[in-house]
């Protein structure tokens, strides 16, 4: 099995709820900003890059805290993406200290529609396709000790 390495964020901000974000392709699935790593790019590069591509977020609105990992899923029904079965995360948790205006997802290549704050109790895994939900049950234990 081949996993594509990944990163995701977990932007939590002063309240501590933590940002989601409804995706473009599927009306009420609702995850948190993630992506793929590109050649020769470290993790902490993949977060920053990705943050600006999916929320117009720059690294002077958050602070990372954690990083956790790695996490795999194997996509659906034995289905290869690109080579590879699946994906192998690792989380960041971000302290956001910016202003609630510089999250835009309205991005050059948009991944969501819209974006919310929840707190982490309140995450419903039945937002994601059944092949993420164990990956996130466990990164909500990891990060916050919920059990979902």
Known sequence: MKFRPNVAAILQDPMGRILIGERCDMAGAWQFPQGGLARGETHEQALVRELREEL???PASYRVIEFKGPYRYLFKKGRVKRG??????????AAFHGAVTEIDVATEEP??????WIYPHE????????FKREV?????KDFFEIIL
């Open 56 to 58: 117009s977020l720059e």
């Open 84 to 93: 590879y079965h699946g994906q192998e995360q690792h989380y960041f948790l």
């Open 123 to 130: 995450f419903d895994l039945h937002w994601l396709p059944d």
């Open 136 to 140: 996130y049950r466990a990164v909500l």
């Open 111 to 116: 991944e969501f529609q819209s974006s919310r």
